[in-house]
C-alpha cells in the first residue's frame, strides 16, 4: 500500500509561483513512479508531469505548461515537487499525486496508476 500527502496549493496571483509536494510512504515498489495530474472546473483530469524516482527521469506531456510547471524528488525518492512558474489562470485546478510500480507503460497516464492522494487546490486570479 501507498500513501500520499499533497500540500502546498494555495491562492495566487498571475505571474507568481507555487511549489506543491506530494510525500510518498509505504511499499517502495508501488512508488517507484509518482505523477501529478490536474483537473480544473469543467475538464477532464490532465497530466501535468512524472518522474520515476529510480534515477529521477522525467517526463511531460506536450502541453502549454511544460515549459512552467517543473517535477523533481528529493535524494530519498520518497517527497515530490511540482514547481510552479509564471502562473496563469488555466493553471488553476485541483493537484493530485499518483504514483505507480516502476513498471508502468505509460507515466502520463492516469490509468497506469493504483494511488492518489486527496488533492490540493491552486488557484490563480489576476
Known amino acids: 500500500q501507498v500513501q500520499l500527502v499533497e500540500s502546498g496549493g494555495d491562492s495566487a496571483q498571475v505571474g507568481g509561483s507555487l511549489t506543491l509536494t506530494c510525500v510518498a510512504s509505504?511499499?517502495?515498489?508501488?512508488?517507484?513512479?509518482i505523477a501529478w495530474f490536474r483537473r480544473a472546473p469543467g475538464k477532464e483530469r490532465e497530466a501535468v508531469a512524472a518522474?520515476?524516482?529510480?534515477?529521477?527521469?522525467?517526463?511531460y506531456p506536450d502541453f502549454e505548461g511544460r515549459r512552467r510547471l517543473t517535477i523533481s524528488q528529493n535524494s530519498a525518492g520518497d517527497t515530490v515537487y511540482l514547481q510552479m512558474n509564471n502562473l496563469k489562470p488555466e493553471d488553476t485546478a485541483m493537484y493530485y499525486c499518483a504514483a505507480g510500480s516502476w513498471a508502468l507503460r505509460d507515466r502520463l497516464a492516469a490509468s497506469e496508476y493504483e494511488a492518489w492522494g486527496q488533492g490540493t487546490q491552486v488557484t490563480v486570479s489576476s
Open positions: 509505504g511499499t517502495a515498489y508501488f512508488r517507484k513512479s
Open positions: 518522474i520515476y524516482t529510480d534515477g529521477g527521469k522525467t517526463f
